[in-house]
Antibody, heavy 122, light 108 residues
Framework: EVQLLQSGGGSVQPGGSLRLSCAAS????????MAWVRQAPGKGLECVSM????????YYADSVKGRFTMSRDNSKNSVYVQMNSLRAEDTAVYYC???????????????WGQGTMVTVSS | EIVMTQSPATLSVSPGERASLSCRAS??????LAWYQQKPGQAPRLLIY???TRATGIPARFSGSGSGTEFTLTITSLQSEDFGLYYC??????????FGQGTKVEIK
């Protein structure tokens, strides 16, 4: 079965850190770029980071740049996001997602993790 | 950053009727657009990519159209399972791949 299984998350005080993990199965993980998408309570979707197939290139939304670090381990079929200097506005459900592409053209996120809640509050 | 604007915010539709959802990009994105459906407590599901191609397993009552800056998702003969939130997302320009704010399709 094709799936992404997330772990990590929870509650943390402002300024704290958390690490989210996402384990892939059922597809050739090392052939696809991956992303993290978040959704604040009652709000829309925000794509916060993306990582290339090899992991050599990462991209971040301005809202998390300098605070979040995305990485991947193709030997473990896993992707991660290290979140530092967390703020109240980072409170959200975080989803990992597989990038669907043809060649070099990205077309959508076709596989999503189940989501994990991150709450930043004092 | 490319801004995606969806309208209307809420669409009230009776089962069996047709629904048309609009998505507008702040600059041309060719056909680099995807549509997603999200139900409460669930992750989004990819419906349409490349503006008009249905993803695997998506029923034919879902169709997408448009290019440049104007896009439409049409759901013909709405079924009970089609009610929920719908988002468009551009894949033309990173950073980042921006989403619209969503359209809620509710039962009339």
């Amino acid at each position: 079965e094709v799936q992404l299984l997330q772990s990590g998350g929870g509650s943390v005080q402002p300024g704290g850190s958390l690490r989210l993990s996402c384990a892939a199965s059922g597809f050739t993980f090392s052939s696809f770029a991956m992303a993290w998408v978040r959704q604040a309570p009652g709000k829309g979707l925000e794509c916060v980071s993306m990582i290339s197939v090899s992991g050599a290139s990462t991209y971040y939304a301005d809202s998390v740049k300098g605070r979040f670090t995305m990485s991947r381990d193709n030997s473990k079929n896993s992707v991660y996001v290290q979140m530092n200097s967390l703020r109240a506005e980072d409170t959200a459900v975080y989803y990992c997602a597989k990038v669907f592409n043809t060649g070099q053209v990205s077309l959508g996120f076709d596989i999503w993790g189940q989501g994990t809640m991150v709450t930043v509050s004092s | 950053e490319i801004v995606m604007t969806q309208s209307p915010a809420t669409l009230s539709v009776s089962p069996g009727e047709r629904a048309s959802l609009s998505c507008r990009a702040s600059q041309s994105i060719s056909t680099n657009l995807a549509w997603y459906q999200q139900k409460p407590g669930q992750a989004p599901r990819l419906l349409i990519y490349d503006a008009s191609t249905r993803a695997t397993g998506i029923p034919a009552r879902f169709s997408g159209s448009g290019s440049g800056t104007e896009f439409t998702l049409t759901i013909t003969s709405l079924q009970s399972e089609d009610f929920g939130l719908y988002y468009c997302q551009q894949f033309s320009n990173w950073p980042p791949w921006t989403f619209g704010q969503g359209t809620k399709v509710e039962i009339k």
